[in-house]
């Protein structure tokens, strides 16, 4: 989604790059803050304050989120005056979860337990060993809820799975979206929609990194690096995933499969 709004929105003719990349952060981030050390309950407090302090209204920013919309001890991750809307995109969490324990080297067991967690998070701590990054997560099923429940403001959700299945009309949808809730509706390049649709395909962006690597490519051990880009649409969890873990899961987001018509 980032390569393709990167291509779409920060390139002259749609053509990937993955410096393009750098025009969509990630938020929370320590880039975003000017508390350098605190605990889960202040990195929370600041949420909305780092986004007043942050991005100027008078301009147009794209964030990537691992957030959940739940308050965290009271504290709420955004509100209307700072987000003009949301793409959310939702994955079947069987697939989630094999995809997951490629990103931080974990098996299905430690997985299943991340994201069935409604306490569940994302930390990074500075070199003193004191937290400066957190992202509330919670459960797969609370965090597609709190977004899904939100109507303060437009929030567009795209199924993972449409993406491969009918890409073009899915990003047309994107892009029309984001014209809306900015206000400026200019008519779609046609052109450059193609291009950055043909030039971040997972193929492609798998060939990219294997030939130029990648910053974002996790590191756990130092002899243990894993590709960002891995399985992509290839990703299965009828071929992956142990049976059991994927009954536990059926069982758990019982209601969320049958809405989101994942089988």
Known sequence: MRSFLS????????????????????????RYSDVKSYTYVEAAKNWITDQKKFFNKEKLFFLKTHNSLEEYFGYRFTKSSETLG?????RDPRNVISSMCNHYSMNFYEMYN?????NASLSIKNSDGNLSNFS????????????????????????????????HDEFWKILTFIEEIT?????????????????????????????????????????????????GFKNKWQQNLPEEISNKIKDKFFNELKELKYE
């Open 183 to 231: 206000g400026k509706n200019e008519p779609i390049n046609k052109k450059k929609f193609q291009n950055s649709i043909n030039s971040t395909n997972f193929s492609s962006l798998k060939q990219k990194e294997k030939l130029h690597g990648f910053k974002e490519t996790p590191i756990f051990k130092k002899d243990n690096k894993t590709n960002f880009f891995n399985l």
């Open 136 to 167: 509330f997560l919670g459960s797969w099923s609370n965090h597609y809820k709190s977004w899904k429940n939100n109507f303060e403001f437009k929030t567009l959700f795209i199924k993972y799975e449409d993406l491969e299945e009918n890409a």
């Open 114 to 118: 991340k994201i069935i967690d409604e």
């Open 86 to 90: 949301a793409i959310y995109i939702v």
């Open 7 to 30: 291509s779409y929105y920060y390139s002259k003719d749609g053509k990937f790059d993955f410096n393009l990349l750098l025009n969509i952060n990630q938020f929370p981030a320590l």
